[in-house]
């Protein structure tokens, strides 16, 4: 079967793509794990067809300038592509397929069927996949590290698709990468966002014809593009086409406006990193650490001269100290030594130790000592926020990005050292067209030296992002330092307390034995009393009731009734005894009744619990 009926049975079953590409290098596995994947991701990727926007940015001979069109359904764009059938109208010079989003993480404005339509149209080399599944809508950025180079290039006519009637020799240069830069952000709180672009381009090396598919979140690139192309821009080579020649110097000149666009604007990120650290952890530097002797042993640090609160208290204090200062924009003492700070506050610590003399620089002098008398500002809870866990947690988002800057400048490093790498094999290959390695020397040796500064600049990115790792991590183990600091002090704080309401609960549980001794004690009194009581009130009622004289002195002689005795101790002696019954038959009763209740509020709380 000839190459034009592949490419045309290929175009009957876009929906298949990239299991209908022709020639590919792909294995069928493969083919078939991108097919798979497309399908489970078709609604997270792709837009609805009619509700597209797909710009096409192409060159046109009969004009000598590049034309815009904005598709918006597979319709339009197969008759954009080829015309009312296939094979009748040659591939322009250069062609530009801009897809993009709303936003770096919304679906693309492209449906499935016109993105399957253009790749398959011009045998868009599967892989390219790989650098597309990173898109469309996700709430939280996702498989966000992943970044590379691929290529399938063909410099000889047999290994490639040969359709003439589209002005394709079959010989051509395939690449596809993705690469990251830095852009500004409309959120307030972090003006810096990481997006990607990715980029597929093909070049016949016999007829010059290019084209480009670049996907990105917004029209940067596509802006960057049409500006550097535009009829009345002075950016000749971009638009150059005459010769083979001149167009593989206009690939190179569009390699580079990709190439600078992941170079720019990281100096400005590291360096509002680099702000945002010290403004999280400038105060860290400025806090009073006693001797850590005293740290050893709690005897000494209860003594220490400073406060009688410990470290807490002179973070507290010192930190409001600086905060205040900060908020005084008139306190030019303050911008003039604010780093040397830290090492008079040290001095401040240890007066025992001797002051050593310290060489500062041109225009840095100590803060000024306060006069006697006068303290530093009171004591502020809000300023504990400068060493809580909420900071230590801003400083880990911060090392976070500083973590994605690093992946991102070492990924784009590889890469542009890819494209150049792969262009230097290519120019020194016997099967690269003699037109093209001669007549574009001077082009690619200026790319050649365009890369390397970007390349340079990028090493340079990455170093001052180790640095400032390194930087991150040492802050990152001060603030921990000086938490566990706070925490061990507050933890002394709070066993003295403890130890203070230990003190005070076993005077109290003394105090509360002893009432027990004493009520114990009147108790026993108290029986006693009642069962005197109780024996002596029968016969002092009868003797009272019967008002008998037992024993009679009668003219000062003695004389004894035995028969008043006998009545009195009949009467007595009985109602003693029923009294004491009487007595005790009340005495089981309540205690009784007392046991009842005890053992029915504990099965009660038993059934609570």
């Known amino acids: 079967m000839s190459y034009q009926s592949l490419f045309l049975t290929a175009c009957e079953n876009v929906d298949k793509f990239p299991k209908n590409t022709i020639r590919s290098s792909t294995s069928r596995n493969h083919l078939d794990s991108f097919f798979r994947r497309l399908n489970e991701q078709d609604r997270r990727i792709f837009y609805r067809d009619n509700k597209a926007s797909v710009n096409i940015w192409e060159f046109q001979d009969n004009e000598q300038a590049f034309q815009n069109q904005c598709i918006t359904n597979s319709a339009d764009l197969e008759t954009h592509l080829h015309g009312s059938h296939l094979l009748a109208r040659e591939d322009p010079r250069c062609r530009f397929i801009f897809i993009h989003a709303p936003t770096s993480r919304d679906i693309l404005r492209v449906s499935r069927k016109m993105f399957g339509l253009a790749l398959t149209y011009h045998q868009v080399m599967p892989n390219f996949l790989d650098f597309v599944f990173p898109f469309g809508f996700q709430e939280y950025a996702e498989d966000f590290c992943f970044s590379g180079f691929r290529e399938d290039s063909r410099l000889f006519s047999k290994g490639g698709l040969k359709i003439m009637e589209l002005g394709r020799s079959g010989q051509e240069i395939r690449v596809c990468y993705s690469l990251k830069s830095v852009e500004s952000s409309d959120r307030e709180s972090w003006p810096w966002s990481v997006r990607q672009t990715s980029i597929y381009h093909s070049f016949d090396v016999v007829t010059g014809k290019a084209i480009w598919i670049v996907i990105k979140g917004s029209h940067l690139i596509k802006e960057r593009v049409q500006e550097s192309t535009k009829e009345n821009s002075d950016d000749n080579e971009l638009k150059s086409f005459e010769t083979a020649a001149s167009s593989f110097s206009s690939t190179l000149a569009m390699h580079l406006v990709l190439c600078d666009w992941c170079d720019e604007d990281w100096r400005w990120y590291l360096t509002f990193l680099e702000k945002r650290l010290h403004d999280l952890t400038r105060h860290s530097l400025a806090v009073d650490i006693p001797e850590a002797s005293q740290y050893v042993d709690p005897g000494p640090f209860r003594l220490h001269k400073r406060s009688s609160s410990g470290f807490r208290s002179t973070i507290s204090r010192k930190i409001t100290s600086r905060k205040s200062t900060l908020d005084n924009p008139t ?102 067209p003699g037109e093209i390695r001669l007549g574009s020397k001077t082009e690619f040796s200026n790319f050649e030296k365009r890369i390397s500064n970007i390349i340079s600049d990028l090493e340079i990115q990455r170093s001052t992002a180790e640095t400032l790792l390194r930087l991150l991590e040492n802050r990152k183990s001060l603030l921990s330092a000086l938490l566990n600091l706070n925490t061990i002090e507050a933890s002394k704080e709070v066993s003295v307390k403890s130890q203070q309401r230990e003190s005070k609960m076993q005077e109290m549980t003394e105090a509360m034995h002893q009432l027990a001794v004493d009520t114990k004690r009147e108790t026993v009194s108290m029986r006693i009393i009642t069962l005197v009581t109780l024996f002596f009130l029968p016969g002092t009622f009868i003797s009272t009731i019967m008002s008998t004289d037992i024993i009679k002195f009668e003219d000062s002689e003695k004389k004894f009734e035995l028969g008043a005795l006998q009545l009195y101790l009949y009467i007595t002696v009985p109602l003693m005894a029923i009294t004491f019954a009487a007595w005790w038959v009340v005495y089981i009763f309540i205690d009784r009744r007392q046991g009842s209740n005890f053992h029915s509020g504990n099965a009660l709380g038993s059934q609570v619990a």
Do not use: W
């Open 331 to 432: 306190d030019e003492s303050f911008r003039s030594s604010f780093l040397m700070s830290p090492i008079s506050s040290i001095n401040e610590v240890s007066p025992q130790m001797p002051p050593n003399k310290i060489d500062l620089p041109p225009g840095f002098s100590l803060p000024p000592s306060l006069p006697p008398g006068k303290g530093g500002p009171k004591e502020d809870n809000t300023t504990n926020e400068v060493l809580s866990v909420k900071t230590l947690q801003q400083v880990q988002f911060v090392e976070d990005k500083a973590n994605e800057v690093l992946l991102v400048l070492e990924a784009n490093i590889k890469i542009v050292r890819s494209i150049r790498n792969h262009y230097q094999a290519i120019l020194n290959s016997e099967d690269c």
